[in-house]
């Protein structure tokens, strides 16, 4: 059972470095609290059948990296906006072709037909 969590926190942990060193920041949240959880249970077994394993501390010490690599980044990286004008005068000409396409249908056609 405790070989299942250590297995489990490791993956957790390392898959968390990974996701907060890429883009995906975002997404480092959830392996590092897997990882997080899995390692206050392999505490708790340690404590209960007093054995000693260097491998919490490598678990946290991943999910403590994890972590300031997420919140680093999602307190300093910016959100580059680009050029929002040209966005505004696409989304103008779509409303023109939109409103020129129902002024050409009849509508007093479908109404009558049905």
Known sequence: MK???IILGFIAAILAV???VT???NLAILPT???FICGLIILYLTKKYQKKT???QYIFLLVIIALSLTIYKGIFTTTEIGNVEELETKEEESVEDSKELLEGLDLDEIDTEQ
């Open 3 to 5: 070989r299942l969590f």
């Open 18 to 20: 990974i996701l907060a």
């Open 23 to 25: 883009p995906l920041s």
């Open 33 to 35: 609290i897997i990882g």
């Open 54 to 56: 260097k491998s919490i």
